[in-house]
């Protein structure tokens, strides 16, 4: 077992595209345990609780096609390190994602404001989406990096930040393109 997440880790090391780096930590923590870490929703780290419940409102404002509660919530929820869902003590355990309730609970999110964005609503015109989003999008780019990553897929730390709306993988993959042209003694591309 030791090899063997030996020969992962230096298969992450190595990776030179997103998704060899992403299928070599995918087994990684396969193997390591840390999906079993990330099945648990109890942690120190962060209020797991109000996440679940959070994830709940949202997921039932949006199936019932509450927009008021919707943007309520969305809104309470983005100002801020909602339940300490930014805690770095959270992306640590794994190579590729956190615990399951955050992923999921950032997947809602995203998953409401596209509702939001792509729907027609009669108490939620264009003015009070613009408002919103506007709003919204100043908050969002204030979350740490490790964060905002988790609801565009998961990236490896060590690419560095992402910009918003950039690519990840494509991203990713030219950042560990230049690494390793590096490593091979040709400097910087």
């Known amino acids: 077992m030791k090899g063997t997440l030996k020969q992962l880790e230096r298969a992450i090391d190595n990776a030179t595209t997103y998704d060899e780096w992403y299928e070599a930590s995918q087994e990684h923590d396969r193997l390591s345990g840390a999906d079993e870490w990330k099945e648990v929703d109890r942690s120190p780290y962060y209020d797991y609780e109000l996440i679940r419940n959070r994830l709940w409102q949202i997921r039932q404002a949006r199936e019932r096609?509450?927009?008021?509660?919707?943007?309520?919530?969305?809104?309470?929820?983005?100002?801020?390190?909602?339940?300490?869902?930014?805690?770095?003590?959270?992306?640590?355990?794994?190579?590729?994602?956190?615990?399951?309730?955050?992923?999921?609970?950032?997947?809602?999110?995203?998953?409401?404001l596209n509702y939001l964005c792509d729907s027609n609503f009669k108490e939620?015109?264009?003015?009070?989406?613009?408002?919103?989003?506007?709003?919204?999008?100043?908050?969002?780019?204030?979350?740490?990096d490790a964060v905002r990553r988790r609801?565009?897929?998961?990236?490896?730390?060590?690419?560095?930040?992402?910009?918003?709306?950039?690519?990840?993988?494509?991203?990713?993959?030219?950042?560990?393109?230049?690494?390793q042209h590096h490593r091979l003694g040709g400097g910087h591309p």
Do not use: M
């Open 151 to 179: 609801s565009t897929g998961p990236v490896p730390y060590r690419c560095g930040p992402l910009p918003v709306g950039t690519e990840p993988a494509a991203l990713c993959d030219l950042r560990l393109q230049r690494r």
């Open 65 to 112: 096609n509450d927009v008021n509660k919707l943007v309520f919530h969305l809104h309470e929820g983005l100002h801020g390190n909602l339940g300490n869902i930014s805690n770095p003590r959270l992306y640590q355990h794994s190579r590729v994602g956190t615990k399951r309730l955050i992923e999921n609970y950032l997947t809602e999110v995203s998953t409401a």
């Open 124 to 144: 939620f015109g264009l003015k009070e989406k613009l408002d919103f989003f506007e709003t919204t999008g100043q908050a969002w780019t204030k979350l740490p």
